[in-house]
């Protein structure tokens, strides 16, 4: 399955991969829900009758038919700007390496993040519309920071 690299290499990239889901799927539904109400998701997930509550919620962030969702979008890019990109103001750049050539990341990027950008407005739309009987609150406080759009200048927008 690790199409001829090094299983050393391997299992870092895996790690690494495996890190940046954890840190940045966290990271997004806080800025979605907010920390109290994403607290209270994690804790109705562990309970089946309460878990139904948020079943709407979870098939339509996560597309199962199509699959896709803004959150796997913000992980991808989250992760390639981690792992493989540093921005200097005009372009994404890496590190040359000996018989490599680095090859420009920044459209696909840009593209993905407004894709996420595009589902995670689409999302927050349903979400006004369809409430979810919660305890908490929902916090909005972060809802630009999901749905800030990135041109080709690197400017948000």
Sequence with gaps: ????????????DIQELERAISLYEREYMIYLLGSELYSEYLSDMA?????LKWADFNT??????????????YIYCKY???NSMQYNGKVFTSEKK????VIGMEKKLIREWNKGVEMTSNFIDWLVLNPIETTAEIDTSYWDTLTDYKNYFGVWC
């Design 1 to 12: 399955p690790n199409n001829g690299v090094s299983a050393d290499i391997y299992s870092t």
């Design 47 to 51: 309970d089946a009758e309460k878990a």
């Design 60 to 73: 339509k962030i996560n597309d199962s038919t199509l699959k896709v969702s803004p959150i796997a979008n």
């Design 80 to 82: 390639v700007e981690d």
């Design 98 to 101: 000996e018989n490599q050539d």
